[in-house]
Every structure is written in C-alpha cells, then in structure tokens.
C-alpha cells in the first residue's frame, strides 16, 4: 500500500488531499473545518481529518507532495531582479517566505505536533501551475489531451500548456508574470470595490448589468501576441512592489492593491467597498469580462496550435470563469472539458499528490473523477446527536418519504437545508452541502437574499439540472457535473426558471446525473414529478461564511436564519 499526502499551504485554499494506492480517499479544503474563508497558513486539520478518513496514521505516510517549488524558473526570477533592481529586496522577501515549505518533515512535525522520528516519507515539491494541469488530466478519463492552467500566479508563471499523454505532462509553453489575466481581473475587482480574496466571481456576475463604454481602454490593457497576453503596465502597480497578498495571524488573506494611479485619473476614485454600484462600475465590470474571455479564447486558441487535440484538461483560479468556459466550445476547437472541481490553489494538494503518483511514482493507479464527494461524512448517530443537542424537532424518514417529503416542502415555496454524504471538494455546494429552493418562482432570489444568503441582488444563482433533460433547457450539450460552464437558457424556460435565469438569460448549471448522486438525483426527479420542471435551484449552505461540514454547522445556520426545513441525512426537521 501507498500513502500520499497532498498539500497546499501557506497561500489562500490551505488544504490536503490524501490518496492510498493512487485514489484519492479524502480531500478537504482548512476553511470548512476552522471557518476561517480562505484559509491560508497550514490546513494540520485537514491533514488529520485525511489520515482518520483513511484509518491511517502520519507514520504511514510514503510520500508529501507540495504544490508549489521555489526552485522553479529560477532563471527568469533572475532576470526580471536584474531588469528591475528597485524591487530586488521585496521579491527576496518573497522568496524567503516561501522557503518556509521547504523541510517538510519540519513543517509537519511542528504543526501538527508529530514526533519528526516517526515521519518517514519522500518530499516532492511540484511546480505550481504543473501541480494544477495534473490535477485536471489526472482526474480525466482520458489517456491524451491539452493540458491547460491559468491563474494569478505561482512559481512565477500565469498560465501553462501542456501536452498530456499516459503517464507524462509535457510542458509546452509557460507566461511568466507580470502577464496575467488573472491579475487584471483581481485589479477591477479592486477597482470597483470587490477587495476581498475570491471576489471575482461577484464580478463576473455583474458583468452582464453593464455595457461596453470603455472597449478602447480594455483593449488597450491587454495585448495579444503570438506567445500568449501581455498587460500594459500603465494601468498597474509594478509587480514586485508589494507581495500581491498577504496573510494576517488568523490566516486571513488580504489583497494589496494592484491599480495604477493611471486607473484613477482615467475614472475618478475607486467604488468603497459595499456601497451603491454606479452604472461606470457595471460598465467596467462589463469590460473586464468582454476582454478577459478576448484573451482566454487566444490562449485556448494558441494551446491548440500547439496542441491539436480536441480534448483539454483544465485548472487554475481563471478557470472559475464558467462563462468563458461556456463559450469556449463556440470561439475554439475543443469539444470537451475535464476542469478540477477545485481549480483554486486548494486543488494544488490534489494536484501535487496526483502528480507524484502517476509521473514520478509511475504507480500504474489511474483515477477518473466520477464526483467531488472527498470530504468528511457524518453518520446517522452523529447527526441526531446534534439534532438532540440544539432542541431541534426531527422526523426520522425513509428513502421516499424524505424524497417526498422535501420535493413537496420546495414545490410550496420553502426554503430547504440539504446536508447529505460526504461533503464537496472544491469551491461550489453540489447537492451534498446545499440550500434548495424552487428555480420557477420569480420572488425566490428575493426571498434567498433577505432571510438567509444576504447576497448583492444581482449575483445569480445556480440550476440543478438532470443530465440527460439538459439539451432541452440549456443550448449546449456538454455536462457540467462541477457547475464551472454558464449556458444560455431556451427561451421557453427562461420564465419557468425566472430564479435562475440571470439577466443575459444564462445559466451556470450543475448537471446531475444518478450514476454521480443518486439521492440528489431522484430529488430533482421528484420534484420534476410534481412541477414538470426537471430543476431545483441550488445554492451553497452557508450565510457569509465557508460552506458547512459538520451537522452542528449546518443546525447552527438552519436555526439562526429563515430556513424553512432541514433534510440532514433522514432526519426531516421544519419550523412553526
């Protein structure tokens, strides 16, 4: 038997994936187990929620794989301190940071309060953005693909293609930063207020309420070449000026600023943070999106010069644009997708693990990523324990009557808790961690926002959809079993899912199938029985807060906000 551990610390998303054998058995993000969002020193609980997943003991481990390597292109780190000595001291400073990873045994032993005489595993530090195409093509049926990741940065480097064959990642082409489009988006998001670590994806919902007012100054920040995208630092702080990021004792990211003064002399000041949002803010949101899925397409496109398959296997943070991801299929060659389901760096754990496994270990073990359920579960003992312990009523029901029973309560209106199996891996709640609510209902975002997510009213939310109705609602065919593709809606749905249907009449849609959730599955079916919709609308468990895991999270957010009913596990709870 092999043990694997995965990590990703230190950076935001600290996490561990743990795999035996080369499958993975346990992947879990820090932030859902201490509730810090974002978390970013070391994930010592995930770690140890790993190894008790599994049965198994930090002795047991053969190897740690680490996403992230500082020795990585060293040469041109280099070189830009040469062309830039002015920033010289703060990129060491950098550096010196990172170097914390790297004794591993050290780390663990001391985080996680280990003897270092019983830690006996290889190290393996993967270069970033290496750690992140393996963690899509590895988890991919498929023996050959493009291979593809996009991100801020990591390791120097802002995107990567790869050749993907068997057991090798052959890297093609890299970016080096400054050029990175996901650094232009992090700096409008700033730009208009969004300042918080992954508050991009609130932009990208925005994006639709505005127009293209500025098309010839977006098309002035970013520039296609034939070796990828390059920003026009007029518009940016110069990299190197700050870290980028940084972490606060309580493992809080915090983003440092990325806008030029230039920025402020082209648009007056910058949005404070949760104020009203002007029509130029809509329009720059509008503008980021438009020129971010311009160079998206040109790095797809030139990855398939270089790579002409008709497969891609995707990660990195950029890859969350599941509306540029909805486009692709029309603006490039590929026809099918394989995207980690956690594409932030919390899928470099994975990542890393995978890699060492399948390219250095060469364990023969091939994985294909069915469904995003690696996190913990909880049995039924343990959830009517928590019922019991917070004074909840319950009804403990049979597989049908609480299928019944929750189609019945959505179909009126109700807002539903759904807290089942294991928990998700990656950034989105996939019918295992999920509030549902009736998709067909045009006061229902409405209803959501004021008694439980407080949400800006334009951000959109998802469509559950069985897999094999989708061709009728949607216009595209692809699945997307991790929600990461946003399609049009058919105009004859477009009413009958008002709750959905965002206001350019899209959709960022999970398709469900039996074989990936059964329950979930013939949830949806059940509720199609009742409505002749084959719909519920899914969003994340929570209230400005990491996803909950345990069942005392999820009683916890159910009893302190206006949820109607909670479906934990069989045990069937409602108010009044």
Not at 232 to 257: T, W
Not at 406 to 412: C, G, K, L, R, V
């Amino acid at each position: 038997m092999s043990v694997i551990l995965g990590l990703n610390a230190f950076h935001a998303g600290a996490s561990a994936a743990l795999l035996v054998d080369g499958q993975p058995v346990a992947a879990i993000a820090e932030e859902r187990l201490n509730r810090v969002k974002y978390y970013a020193r070391f994930p010592t609980h995930a770690i140890r929620r790993c190894l008790d997943t599994a049965g198994l003991d930090f002795k047991d481990i053969d190897a740690v794989a680490f996403g992230r390597d500082s020795s990585a292109n060293r040469a041109k780190k280099i070189e830009y301190a040469l062309r830039n000595p002015t920033r010289l001291l703060k990129l060491i400073k950098t550096q010196t940071s990172r170097g914390m990873v790297d004794d591993l045994k050290q780390l663990i032993s001391r985080e996680c309060e280990v003897d270092p005489a019983s830690l006996r595993f290889a190290e393996h530090h993967i270069e970033h953005h290496l750690a992140h195409v393996a963690s899509a093509y590895f988890i991919s049926p498929w023996e050959k693909c493009a291979g593809f990741s996009l991100d801020g940065s990591g390791d120097f480097v802002t995107c990567m293609m790869a050749d993907c064959e068997g057991t090798e990642i052959d890297i093609k082409h890299r970016i080096y930063v400054p050029h990175s489009l996901g650094s232009l988006y992090t700096m409008i998001c700033e730009f208009i207020g969004y300042q918080k670590y992954g508050d991009e994806g609130k932009v990208m919902g925005l994006a639709p309420l505005g127009k293209d007012a500025y098309h010839d100054i977006f098309e002035e920040m970013v520039i296609l070449t034939d070796n990828g995208v390059e920003l026009n630092p007029k518009f940016f702080v110069p990299f190197g000026e700050s870290q980028g990021l940084s972490i606060d004792n309580s493992g809080q990211v915090a983003v440092h600023r990325h806008y030029s003064d230039e920025m402020v002399k082209l648009f007056g000041e910058a949005r404070e943070p949760y104020t009203d949002i002007p029509e130029r803010d809509q329009d720059l949101a509008f503008g980021l999106q438009r020129v971010f899925e311009k160079g998206y397409m040109h790095l797809l496109n030139l990855l398939h010069q270089k790579i002409p398959h008709e497969r891609i296997a995707m990660s990195g943070g950029c890859v969350l644009n599941s509306v540029a991801n909805g486009k692709m299929f029309d603006e490039t060659p590929f026809t099918e997708t394989c995207i980690q389901p956690a594409a932030g760096d919390e899928g470099l754990a994975l990542g890393a693990a995978l890699y060492v496994s399948n390219s250095i270990l060469k364990e023969g073990k091939r994985y294909v990523m069915e469904n995003s359920y690696l996190g913990p579960e909880f049995t039924e003992s343990e959830m009517e324990a928590a019922l019991q312990s917070a004074g909840v009523a319950y009804r403990k029901l049979d597989r049908e009557s609480l299928l019944d029973a929750t189609a019945t309560e959505i179909e009126a209106g109700n807002v539903v808790g759904w807290f089942q199996g294991r928990m998700e891996w990656g950034p989105r709640a996939l019918g295992n961690r999920s509030i549902l609510a009736h998709p067909g209902r045009p006061d229902m975002k409405d209803i959501l926002n004021a008694r439980i997510k407080h949400r800006e009213a334009f951000r959109p939310f998802a469509p559950s959809v069985l897999v094999e109705r989708q061709a009728e609602l949607f216009e595209k065919t692809h699945p997307s079993p991790f929600m990461l593709h946003v399609y049009e809606i058919k105009p004859e749905w477009r009413e009958r899912l008002c709750a959905v249907n965002h206001v350019d009449n899209t959709g960022r849609l999970q398709s469900v199938s039996r074989n990936e959730n059964p329950l979930y599955y013939d949830l949806i079916q059940t509720f199609e029985k009742r409505t002749g919709i084959p719909v519920i609308l899914n969003t994340s468990f929570n209230e400005n807060e990491p996803i909950v895991c345990a069942p005392e999270e999820a009683i916890d957010c159910y009893t302190r906000t206006k949820m109607d009913v909670l479906a934990m596990g069989p045990f069937f709870c409602k108010k009044g």
